[in-house]
């Protein structure tokens, strides 16, 4: 009797425990109509489980939820919903209106980054992860880097590794030029173009900056420690030390990009050090980061805090755009009429066949608004994540013209859900959503132009908003001025099967586009 009794206890109290949970939860987000799924969307556990986001019963939605509801299927008929798991992870309110994201991102109306933030399982606290008093801190460091004379740079080391790049793989020896998976030459560009601009070391084409004595290239360490990013969180760090050939990989990469960022804020140091006695010293991003070890109490960082920084530098600085400018890529192959029109913008400016320089770069919109367009399509972050640092109130205009604000009262601890892939696909806020259209955001063109917000709003939004438009303009230009983009079809593939295959995307902890083959053809 005795045998069974202990089990069944334990039993009997997880069940309670978890009932207890639920409606705790229920509470937590003031009763907001909803779902009841086992695991919540960000859960560590719910990342390595298959997902299912199919109403009304959904067990596990995962991170790809707002990417696969984007239709809005389960919002129904409001612009919030819930979602509150009964076994593991806060309860969650998924947003998807203007109004409330901006309620939701600006300061002061208590909401804040994630208490508990996965990005700080590796390396710890960082300017992407951290809040009040403590984020200011790391934006005043990174600020100094973020300078017109670091776009500048930008704009001049584009077109350098533009040309070795060409010049490497031999493409500008070549009339046509078959490319099968642009996402590998977008992330290697992203990844030169951010070494050379915001760290000040070279990646040149052919010799990409490697670590750990020649083991593995610095953005193959990266990709590792990026997908293994959940077994950082769930694996406990004693079991890092078992023979499991898997774990000894993650740890590897871990180490090496530890002891590779470690090595690499030594040299800056001795460069500024060097630098105070006479040398030119690099004023870029890193250069910013690295100098916060002294300083004022203020401005003063951890030695952790700086390596934690400069991983997120390494890492938000390249993923991101390249994903973007491989999907402008994708759609501007497809969309043969937009692509003329950013030909035609590019000859008016660069009128005698000259090179671009920096100051062209707001003359070039039309590319600015296919960037936009891109980004809209297919967002990197599909969804941004909040949390309630107190108990606070949360609206949302009624859907009903004439009727009041939809009001709840969420708890202190409430997970927000701002559902950027939600926003962009409802043809309320973009109308003909599935359509890449780049004048929508063209006040020429569209009077009331849309608004961008794939780079975040309130004071939290992105860093590196014009590195990425400066870098990623740049590179367009130099593209399309010589080359003609078009889809790479596979035998009977029609351009309708094209699309389908190549312009779609997945998220894997950020979206990620699938593999894009694409055909360059030489203009005349
Ligand atoms: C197309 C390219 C990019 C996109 C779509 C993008 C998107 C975003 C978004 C949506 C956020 C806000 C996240 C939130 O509210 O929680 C963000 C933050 C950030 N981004 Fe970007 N980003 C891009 C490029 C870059 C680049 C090139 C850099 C650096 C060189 C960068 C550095 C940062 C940093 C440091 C933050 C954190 C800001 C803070 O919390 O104060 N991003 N980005």
Redesign the pocket.
């Known amino acids: 009797m005795m045998y069974y009794a202990v089990p069944s206890l334990l039993l009997v109290s997880y069940v309670f425990s978890r009932i207890i949970k639920y409606y705790s939860g229920r509470r937590a987000v003031g009763y907001l109509r909803g779902y009841a799924p086992a695991l919540s969307s960000g859960s560590v556990l719910g990342m390595q489980l298959p997902t299912n986001i199919e109403a009304p019963y959904i067990w596990n939605p995962g991170l790809g939820i707002s990417w696969d509801g984007r239709h809005g299927s389960l919002y129904k008929d409001s612009d919030m919903y819930s979602l509150v798991p009964w076994i593991s992870g806060p309860p969650q309110v998924f947003v998807a209106s203007f109004e409330t994201m901006e309620q939701v991102?600006a300061h002061g109306f208590g909401f804040d980054?994630r208490v508990f933030n996965p990005g700080e399982t590796m390396f710890g606290e960082n300017?992407?992860?951290?809040q009040k008093d403590s984020?200011k801190k790391?934006?005043r460091v990174?600020t100094p880097g973020?300078s017109n004379k670091t776009y500048a740079h930008l704009w001049e080391s584009t077109i350098e590794i533009f040309k070795d790049m060409m010049a490497t793989e031999g493409w500008d020896r070549k009339k046509e030029v078959f490319i099968p998976i642009v996402n590998r030459v977008t992330t290697k560009f992203?990844m030169s173009t951010?070494c050379s601009c915001?760290f000040g070391f070279p990646h040149p084409w052919s010799k990409p900056p490697m670590v750990g004595n020649g083991e593995m290239s610095l953005l193959e360490c990266i990709i590792i420690l990026k997908r293994t990013l959940a077994y950082h969180i769930l694996v406990p760090r004693w079991a890092y030390y078992l023979p499991i050939p898997f774990l000894g990989m993650i740890e590897n990469a871990y180490k090496l990009m530890t002891e590779y960022l470690q090595s690499l804020i030594a040299i800056r140091r001795q460069q500024l050090k060097d630098a105070k006695s006479g040398d030119e010293a690099p004023a870029d991003?890193f250069s910013a980061i690295v100098q916060a070890h002294e300083g004022d109490e203020k401005s003063r960082m951890t030695e952790k805090q700086i390596l934690s920084?400069a991983f997120?530098?390494l890492f938000?600085?390249?993923a991101?755009?390249a994903?973007?400018?491989c999907s402008t890529i994708g759609l501007l192959a497809y969309y043969q009429d937009e692509q003329d029109k950013a030909y035609d913008e590019i000859t008016s400016v660069l009128a005698g066949g000259r090179l671009p320089v920096f100051d062209d770069l707001e003359s070039f919109m039309h590319l600015h608004y296919c960037?936009m367009e891109a980004?809209r399509l297919f967002?990197?972050?599909p969804v941004?994540?909040?949390e309630a640092v107190e108990d606070t109130r949360l609206t949302t205009p009624s859907r009903t013209p004439g009727k009041p604000d939809e009001e709840i009262y969420v708890r202190k601890g409430t997970e927000i859900a701002?559902d950027?892939a939600a926003i962009y696909y409802n043809p309320r806020y973009y109308p003909d959503p599935e359509a890449f259209k780049p004048s929508r955001f063209d006040p020429a063109v569209t009077p009331t132009p849309v608004q961008f917000i794939?780079?975040?709003?309130?004071?939290?939004?992105?860093?590196?908003?014009k590195?990425?438009?400066t870098?990623?303009v740049c590179f367009l230009v130099m593209l399309l001025r010589d080359w003609k983009i078009d889809v790479a079809l596979e035998r009977g593939e029609t351009r309708e099967e094209w699309k389908k295959r190549a312009l779609t995307a997945s998220v894997n902890g950020m979206l990620t586009m699938a593999p894009l083959p694409v055909r360059l053809i030489r203009r005349e």
């Open positions: 991102s980054k300017i992407a992860t951290t984020w790391h934006r990174f973020f992203a951010l915001a991003v920084d997120v530098l938000a600085g390249h991101t755009t994903h973007t400018i960037f980004n967002p990197v972050f941004v994540l909040r701002i950027y794939g780079m975040g709003v309130g004071p939290r939004a992105c860093m590196g908003r590195f990425a438009f870098e990623a």
